[in-house]
């Protein structure tokens, strides 16, 4: 069963929500919101990763994030949380968190891998080339399914030989970044290809600009939604473990009528 990952932005620049969810108290009553509405677990994220966006020092980024995922843990919601610095990755497990999203795979912080090994949580690498400063910049690719694959190799490799268990690593093809649109559609065609490299693949499409090629012309984030919960539907006939999502209502909702018209098929359990 693929899980639903809600979205949560503590974060005054968001480009899916606008900062709506900045203050703590709003990023909590959101968060369980989203629990209400069918989210399997919560990603907590203190800094935007949008192109342009400004870097945020790890010491303000827990200041937003900790007393939120502290919160939820206390809640019995199972908690990931959303940063590359590895000082916030061991204050959000103390906080409760039972899973590292690094979207940087360990790249931007040198000491992510020795604190993702010891913490013994679950560990999110996305494949990355770097910051998004010029959303044009790092998108060639010679063959992209192949080049992604390797390249998520190479961390995995990395980070096991820093001691990170093979069963707690989720790998992340990394759609929307340093990628143009015909790449994301790639590799939604060709998930499988990534299932040789992890057990369980995590899918971020969410409201991404690369989803404005099937909406309606000038769509904004939200309105991207409906081509969410489709992809996230492909992604659960592909059985992938979880998609990100802001709109855990929608996604919830595609996902029922895939079970119920799984139901009803000759082979199934």
């Known amino acids: ?50 192109p342009g966006a ?4 790890p010491v303000e980024e827990q200041r937003r994030v900790i007393p939120v995922i502290s919160a939820l843990a206390d809640e019995g919601i199972r908690v990931s949380v959303d940063t590359m610095h590895a000082s916030t990755a061991a204050a959000a497990v103390e906080a409760g968190a039972q899973i590292i999203n690094d979207v940087s795979g360990g790249l931007v912080d040198d000491d992510m891998p020795r604190v993702a090994a010891e913490s013994g949580r679950d560990f999110v690498a996305m494949h990355w080339r770097g ?20 390249e998520l190799g190479q961390r995995i490799d990395a980070l096991t ?8 690593l989720i790998v992340d093809p990394g759609l929307g970044f340093s990628k143009n649109p015909e790449h994301n559609w790639a590799i939604l065609a060709h ?4 299932g040789t490299l992890s057990d369980r693949m995590l899918i971020g499409a969410s409201r991404k600009r690369f989803l404005s090629t099937v909406s309606p ?18 992604c659960a006939q592909a059985r992938i473990w979880a998609v990100r999502v802001h709109n855990v209502s929608g996604t919830r909702t595609a996902l029922n009528v895939l079970d ?6 000759d082979d199934h359990p």
């Open 1 to 50: 069963m693929t899980l639903i990952m809600g979205v949560v932005n503590v974060t005054p620049d968001s480009f899916s929500d606008g900062g709506r969810f900045f203050s703590h108290d709003d990023a909590i009553e959101h968060a369980l919101t989203l629990k209400s509405a069918g989210a399997d677990l919560i990603d907590v994220g203190g800094e935007s990763t949008r």
């Open 54 to 57: 400004e870097l945020v020092d």
């Open 131 to 150: 910051y998004l400063t010029d959303p044009h910049e790092r998108v060639h690719y010679d063959d992209v399914l192949a080049d992604v694959h390797r």
């Open 161 to 168: 030989t820093a001691g990170v268990d093979a069963e707690r």
């Open 191 to 194: 998930l499988e290809r990534f």
């Open 217 to 234: 012309v000038g769509a904004q984030p939200a309105e991207r939604d409906p081509a969410t919960a489709a992809i996230s539907m492909l």
């Open 260 to 265: 119920a018209v799984d139901a009803q098929r």
